[in-house]
């Protein structure tokens, strides 16, 4: 009898352990996984590349982020939730970004570079980018004039392409599945080895629609709408402007008009 009893306590005091086991990896791996939620997000659009010279005088990493729907919203709650932020601040921050990155004509990327050895020098930055939007090649319409300068160490910014066609003025996005960024290899003797950087992102899911919501919208449609304003009553200044000359000139013409009848 005393075997079978001994046997029991065992098992029960497995049992036990096995699950005050389970309760502690809970513990730790629900709130991790939590956590990491929007963690997962922010790298799932991020992309990285590592270069090394041949004889190791220079190495390059090149990250970029393409700031898509989902990453910005990800970002703004990461942000909230590691400044315990109330929701008219995370919402002041919501604007303040998509006011940065000016989404509404732009499309916006992330630029992170990080050398040792050799300094590289990226001047112009500009002549160095092209983004692939389908069969479309875009041009840079702005970066971070930092970049224009020699780099040596760690050095990141912003750069931004065109939405929108100048011509048509329709979405250069509208039907495009993926977004590819070229740097050209030529910028350091560590990428010149294997060509020029490509980066690649799927923006089949991305919908950017989803941001047009909330106080941050709200506060930027304002801005777009006094915006519109200012151009507009620009234009219709010229318009009268315009308008009081061609009314001096058909003055004159009647007056001489009139001058030549009486004759």
């Known amino acids: 009898m005393l075997i079978p009893a001994l046997m ?10 096995f699950g005050l086991a389970v309760l502690f990896l809970l513990a730790w791996v629900l709130p991790a996984a939590g956590a990491s939620v929007e963690e997962r997000v922010l790298k799932a659009w991020t992309r990285r ?8 005088t220079q190495t390059v990493t090149i990250k970029v982020t393409y700031y898509s729907a989902e990453y910005i919203e990800a970002l703004v709650r990461s942000e909230a939730e590691k400044n315990l932020w109330t929701n008219d601040e995370e919402e002041r921050y919501r604007y303040s ?4 990155l000016n989404l509404d004509e732009c499309i916006a990327f992330h630029v992170d570079f990080n050398t040792t050895g050799t300094p590289v020098f990226l001047m112009p930055f500009d002549r160095h980018l092209k983004l692939y939007a389908g069969k479309r090649v875009l041009e840079p319409v702005d970066y971070d ?3 224009n300068f020699k780099l040596q160490g760690q050095r990141d910014g912003m750069i931004w392409f065109p939405r929108y066609d100048a011509k048509t003025g329709k979405s ?5 599945k993926d977004l590819r960024l070229l740097i050209s290899g030529s910028i350091s003797q560590a990428t010149t080895r294997a060509g020029d950087v490509r980066f690649v992102w799927d923006i089949t899911g991305d919908d950017p629609s989803v941001l047009n ?10 801005d777009r709408l006094i915006k519109r304003l200012e151009k507009l009553n620009a234009e219709r200044a010229s ?9 001096k000139e058909l003055d004159e013409i009647d007056r001489r008009v009139d001058e030549l009848q009486r004759q």
């Open 49 to 56: 590349g590592d270069y090394t010279e041949g004889n190791g």
């Open 213 to 222: 919501t909330g106080k941050a919208a709200s506060r930027l449609e304002v």
């Open 145 to 147: 004039k930092r970049f």
């Open 97 to 100: 970004l998509l006011k940065t």
């Open 239 to 247: 318009l009268r402007s315009q308008l009081d000359v061609v009314e």
């Open 8 to 17: 029991e306590k065992k098992k029960k005091g497995r049992r036990a352990f």
């Open 172 to 176: 250069l996005l509208e039907g495009v």
